[in-house]
């Protein structure tokens, strides 16, 4: 992991201002003389930088992001905690961490603080951004914010907006948060109890009804208490806790809730024609939590945009699982939308490009 130090001060879309970042990132491979070779990876809600962690089967020779052929880049969001600036980071003015007065935040604010450290880089157009879930947020926003730097659009299970439903799962998540009386305190090691609890309720949304029922059926007909399914949730609850920050959770479930990409832009269908790159979009059949018509809609009023559909038993975390669907999905995109030079003149036809298909087993 790689820190960039940002000493300017950074104002968020709210009005609030940071007097410094830190972004924390990872890249794989190297930049071509072009500069326009990079792949941009945006993550989800508590995953980091760090992409072969949360995303394996994705990153390596002969992989969907090769490093030899690539300029992977993935920079930890704003408002998380491994290591870009968060609640839990120290404010500088008082010498305490954020905790519960880290400003709100939005998605657009995560795309600015992307900007930084593109030009920190030096990359001069993106190759691909990606994102699935609010990564999928993160690369709608900056393929309409900056639509000159963007070649190609990736978005996985997400939306152009968040949807009620996934509102109501955050608010849950939060009152869950509120009823620890160690966060409401804020108290630095404070709230794990909230968040053990708050992941429990996330869960729900990322499996499917059929997964529940199989993976968690009870053998033993005359059981009354510890039941498989309670003792998964607990058990996912607490490897939450020992990972990730209750102050950065609640910060990054607010970010989500602000997602709209119509806001102060005419609505949503406004917003997506400023989009110029080919858009893929990546529904899962399965899915609960962005359901298949969020990226329809998508692809529906994108110019240069083709809708792709994934069976999964794993619903909306079947693009974690599914790596060699996913990869099958981005790689023919990439060939559809392959352009070389025809002659001197500037003139481009499509030409596939010839790559090797890679089917890593599920993660």
């Not at 657009?108 to 030009?119: G, M, P």
């Not at 990322?206 to 309670?230: G, I």
């Not at 038993?313 to 025809?342: C, M, P, Q, S």
Request: glycine share 8%; proline share 4%.
């Amino acid at each position: 992991m790689k820190t960039l130090k940002y000493n300017s001060s950074f104002t968020t879309e709210a009005g609030a201002v940071l007097p410094g970042l830190e972004i924390a990132y990872h890249t794989y491979g190297n930049l071509n003389d072009e500069a326009d070779n990079a792949i941009w990876v945006c993550h989800a809600l508590t995953a980091s930088s760090d992409i072969e962690a949360w995303w394996p089967g994705m990153v390596g020779e002969g992989l969907l992001f090769d490093p030899a052929r690539y300029f992977i880049v993935c920079a930890n969001v704003l408002g998380s905690c491994y290591g870009t600036t968060g609640p839990a980071s120290v404010n500088p003015e008082s010498g305490r961490p954020w905790l519960r007065k880290f400003p709100l935040i939005t998605v657009r604010d995560l795309v600015n603080v992307h900007e930084i450290l593109r030009k920190h880089l030096g990359i001069k157009r993106i190759h691909t951004v990606l994102g699935a879930s609010i990564g999928g947020y993160q690369a709608l926003e900056y393929s309409i914010m900056f639509p000159e730097l963007i070649q190609r659009l990736v978005v996985l299970a997400s939306g152009a907006k968040q949807t009620p439903w996934a509102l109501a799962f955050s608010e849950s998540m939060r009152l869950a948060m509120e009823a620890d009386q160690t966060f409401s305190d804020s108290d630095p090691e404070g709230g794990k109890k909230g968040l053990k609890a708050a992941r429990s309720i996330a869960l729900i949304s990322y499996r499917t009804v059929a997964a529940y029922n199989q993976t968690q059926v009870e053998e033993d007909d005359d059981k009354l208490t510890s039941f498989r399914a309670a003792s998964y949730q607990a058990y996912q609850g607490e490897k939450l806790v020992k990972r990730f920050n209750p102050y950065s959770y609640w910060s990054l479930t607010c970010l989500s809730d602000t997602h709209n990409i119509g806001r102060r832009r005419g609505g949503v269908l406004n917003a997506l024609k400023r989009i110029t790159a080919d858009v893929l979009c990546v529904g899962i059949r399965s899915d609960l939590l962005f359901p298949t018509d969020e990226q329809k809609l998508i692809a529906s009023n994108t110019d240069k945009a083709e809708y792709v559909e994934i069976d999964s038993f794993y619903g909306h975390d079947g693009f974690l699982i599914e790596t060699g669907l996913v990869t099958d999905a981005v790689r023919n995109f990439w060939v559809k939308t392959a352009k070389v030079k025809r002659d001197d003149k500037g003139k481009t036809e499509d030409r596939p490009v010839r790559l090797r298909v890679c089917r890593p087993g599920v993660a």
